[in-house]
């Protein structure tokens, strides 16, 4: 219901009413009522646009179904080690010391 972008939008259209009792041209119960009014305002209208913006968007398309991924087959861990082997390479990879 509140958040910080509804006091951001209150605290700048109440601005003027902060800078008036700042300088003394307000009394500082008016300010404050000014300042209230506007954080009221600000939320109701925050809360009318978020119950009304469903309802003027229509429905959501329904997303796009992404093709089935068929998962390939990983070969052995000996098969891999064999085929290194025939390469020369695996006694850079061998668990075991030579």
């Known amino acids: ?3 910080l972008r509804v006091f951001l939008v209150a605290a700048v259209l109440a601005s003027p009413a902060v800078f008036r009792a700042a300088d003394g041209t307000l009394p500082m ?3 404050l009522t000014r300042v209230l009014l ?3 305002g600000a939320t109701a209208v ?3 646009v978020r119950t009304l913006w469903p309802l003027l968007a229509g429905p959501t398309p329904e997303p796009e179904r992404l093709p089935e991924i068929v998962p390939t087959p ?3 861990d000996l ?3 064999s085929e290194l082997d025939d390469d020369g390479l695996g ?3 061998s ?3 030579e």
Do not use: I
């Open 74 to 76: 990983v070969e052995d």
């Open 91 to 93: 006694g850079l990879f």
């Open 79 to 81: 098969t891999l080690v």
């Open 1 to 3: 219901m509140l958040d």
């Open 95 to 97: 668990p075991r010391p």
């Open 38 to 40: 506007v954080m009221l």
């Open 29 to 31: 119960e008016e300010a």
């Open 46 to 48: 925050s809360l009318l």
